[in-house]
């Protein structure tokens, strides 16, 4: 027998009995202190605690410190202010980056890749945001919940995607497609008591399928051009046709302005000519020797030079007018005419 190990004898060992009292009284203690911890209860600003009395619904507790039966209530917490969120086609593993895609998993690519209404595939990945509305409908109306409301989303979407054409669902429909997911979704989570308001249905990536991914740009771009063309087109014509039509309604209007002011004219001159008849009809003479005047008072002003030289006039000297003096020629004329004894 080795020394160093030595022998106990266990039947001279003496254990302490534990009174009965001792031991009831740590249990009790044990009890009231696992009851105390069970009964009061904290809850968080963002969500509300959910009673169950023996599995039955009971009560709802507000954000602050509650207190309920131990052993007997069970508290369940749901967040009502939080924003919550599924992913369909891609996951999210770290926050803010997309680290799983479709393409990158079979599961993935079943909830993503859609036949749509002109039987051609897009693959489709979205995010719908949601909160909670009515927690007892959350908890117990519906079992498992998550699970179901994925394939109510994956069914709406589908059905959506479905009655349009892949141009639309690629390009100019995605608004479109959001806004009636958004509705029919909060239609069935409604109609299923769900207590699910939903915000909003992005949709994160619309494109056609790899394999004909490089064909579908190629169509894209022609469909870009020829776009682009009409648009040329349509501004050219916006820009030259209105022109014309206004240079044609303006000759238009001229015409008219003219027409109008000939047509003026005429009648004033025929009113003047009747009124210079009935004159002429009153005092001929007197008449004849006032349109005379006018007459002469209308081509006179139009003669370059003029040369009055009274009747019987002999010896008038020309001037030859270095300075384009017309004035120098008609003033020595005039002189002359006076030393000559005058005249009309």
Known sequence: MDDRFPVVDMSKLKIPKVPARTVVAGLLALVALVAMAGTVYQIEPEEVGVIQRFGKFVREANPGLHFKLPFVEIMTRVPVQRQLKQEFGFRT??????????????????????LTGDLNVAVVEWI???????????????????????????AVMRETVGDRTVTEVVTVGRQEIETAVEARLQELTDQYQMGITIDQVVL????????????????????????????????EYNAVIPRARGEAEQTVLQAEGYALDRVNRAEGEAARFAAVEGAYRLAPEVTRQRMYLETMQQILPQVGRKVFVAEGTTGVLPLLSLDGGARAATAALTDTTQRTGGGQ
């Open 128 to 154: 719908v945001q949601y909160r909670v509305s009515n927690p007892e409908e959350y908890l117990f109306r519906v079992r498992n919940l998550e699970e179901t409301f994925r394939a109510m989303n994956e």
């Open 204 to 235: 994160q990536d619309v494109n056609p399928p790899d394999p004909v991914r490089p064909s579908w740009d190629d169509v894209s771009q022609a469909q870009q051009q020829a776009q682009r063309q009409i648009n040329e087109a349509e501004a």
């Open 93 to 114: 593993v770290e926050a803010g980056v997309r680290t799983e895609f479709a393409t990158q998993g079979r599961r993935f690519a079943d909830e993503a890749v859609m």
